[in-house]
Nanobody
Framework: QLQLVESGGGTVQPGDSLRLSCAAS????????IGWFRQVPGKEREFVAA????????VYTDSVKGRFTISRDSNQNTVYLQMNSLKPDDTALYYC???????????????????WGQGTQVTVSS
């Protein structure tokens, strides 16, 4: 069983940066695709970014391209989401998720991921 724990959230001002971490335990997730999703109350969970198991493929939603960077450190069993130039619209509960058998065309679909963390809150406000 794979357990995921997110950290690094907080309250920042517009234009600031945060780095979220997703740490895995229970088993290695070197063979898994890792995705970051976010959700605000009353809205559907939204895809943010994902990285394939080999780290050669990364995918981003349009609204974060050029501002967010996803990366993974296999030695640390951790995936990061570096978030720069944060905007109030980025305010949400951020989740990381993992799946071993995910095909590229399904990478944005939260229903395809088997393992989820509890989330970390990001609030961007002046």
């Amino acid at each position: 069983q794979l357990q995921l724990v997110e950290s690094g959230g907080g309250t920042v001002q517009p234009g600031d940066s945060l780095r979220l971490s997703c740490a895995a335990s229970g088993r290695t997730f070197n063979q898994h695709t890792i995705g970051w999703f976010r959700q605000v109350p009353g809205k559907e969970r939204e895809f943010v970014a994902a990285i394939r198991w080999n780290s050669r493929t990364t995918v981003y939603t349009d609204s974060v391209k050029g501002r967010f960077t996803i990366s993974r450190d296999s030695n640390q069993n951790t995936v990061y989401l570096q978030m720069n130039s944060l905007k109030p619209d980025d305010t949400a509960l951020y989740y990381c998720a993992a799946d071993k058998a995910l095909i590229l065309s399904s990478i944005r679909d939260h229903a395809q991921y088997d393992y989820w963390g509890q989330g970390t809150q990001v609030t961007v406000s002046s």
